[in-house]
């Protein structure tokens, strides 16, 4: 049997326990992504707004105590706050937390990986969107496919797996790459998952519903279900090959009533739902404000109390997402 935390678990009012919190360290990023960033880019927030790692290690601590046993840094890029692998070293040991992972875009993966891994971060999951480079460059604006692959390659070589690779889905750009990421990674042990692109108030861009990815795969390879959901993705086995294929569908297969996470933003706003931005909690204004422990629980369990049930976004991009997700954290 779990024991219970010490400060009693996370409950949000439709019964969901959360357990696993993705924090942004930081709203830079040396991508600009299509689906993530305006073409006009962000005013990124000044430094004196951003959490401090001191803060960031000081939530993390209290959210472990309230059965928080999952944390994901995201940005922006993570790594390209000064000191990163500092405060995965200042994390990896908080008591209570089993995974401390970390979404990059893999720019400098390879220089990055085996210090990572020796600071304690466990699991990484990489974004790349194509592999072609003509279309990663429109993708990523700015982005090398080469500098990804070769740290994708670095993970192989460490035997660091499995890891999982993120490939968003977009309609009339690469969405005919489906098979061939499979193929690609087919004998290495990680998991590719596909993502729906998600409508931030992007114009022109559509997403590739499941079904079209799923059928692009299995022209070249038999997919077979697998038991078990990790988290909102639905997973497939790879018949005869060693990846398996993520499904991550939050518009055509919507996942919300098994939401069990939260976001904290890299000034500190508590996000309980990457559709909107309601009522939001300054968790950095309530550390700066006093160091008792005891009213940063009680502001994440205010925050909490206005997480909703669900989006209520179709797959046509009707009731667009609030906010730039290099803002909030993948």
């Known amino acids: ?16 326990r959360i357990r696993y919190v993705r924090v942004s360290v ?17 005013d990124v927030r000044p430094r004196a707004e ?30 390209v706050r000064r000191d990163f692998v500092k405060l995965v070293e200042r994390l990896s ?20 990986a085996r210090p990572l891994r020796d600071a304690g971060m466990t699991r990484l999951n990489v974004s790349i969107d194509s592999l072609r480079p003509d279309r990663f460059r429109t993708l990523s604006r700015v982005g090398e496919l080469g500098a990804v692959l070769r740290g994708i390659d670095t993970l192989v070589d460490m035997g660091w797996t499995p890891f999982k690779l993120n490939v968003v889905m977009v309609q009339g750009v690469n969405d005919d790459e489906a098979g061939e990421f499979v193929s690609r990674f087919a004998d290495v042990d990680c998991e590719v998952r596909f993502i729906e692109w998600i409508p931030f108030g992007v114009e ?42 993520g499904r991550i569908a939050a518009l055509s297969h919507q996942f919300c009533s098994a939401c069990d996470r939260v976001r904290v933003t890299s000034d500190g706003s508590l996000k309980t739902c990457l559709a909107y931005e309601p009522r939001m909690v300054s968790l950095r204004d309530v550390m700066r404000a006093t160091h008792d422990d005891d009213a940063l629980e009680a502001a994440i369990r205010a925050g909490i109390a206005h997480k909703p049930l669900s989006h209520a976004c179709d797959e046509e991009g009707e009731g667009r997402f609030e906010g730039a997700m290099v803002r909030i954290g993948g």
């Open 1 to 16: 049997m779990v024991p219970s935390p010490p400060r009693g678990p996370i409950v949000d009012p439709f019964g969901r």
């Open 26 to 42: 930081t709203d830079r990023c040396n991508f600009r992504c299509v689906y993530c960033m305006p073409a006009a880019g962000i």
């Open 50 to 79: 951003m959490l401090t790692y001191d803060e960031i290690v000081r939530l993390a601590g209290v959210l472990a105590e309230m059965g928080v046993d999952k944390i994901r840094l995201t940005g922006g890029e993570p790594t």
């Open 93 to 112: 040991p908080v008591p209570g937390l089993r995974t401390l992972t970390m979404t990059t875009n893999g720019w400098n993966l390879a220089e990055i």
């Open 204 to 245: 022109g861009w559509r997403l590739v519903p499941w079904r079209d990815v799923r059928a692009r795969i299995e022209e070249r390879h038999r997919l077979e279900p697998l038991d078990g959901a990790d988290g909102p993705a639905a997973r497939f086995a790879v018949v005869g090959r060693r990846a398996r294929v």
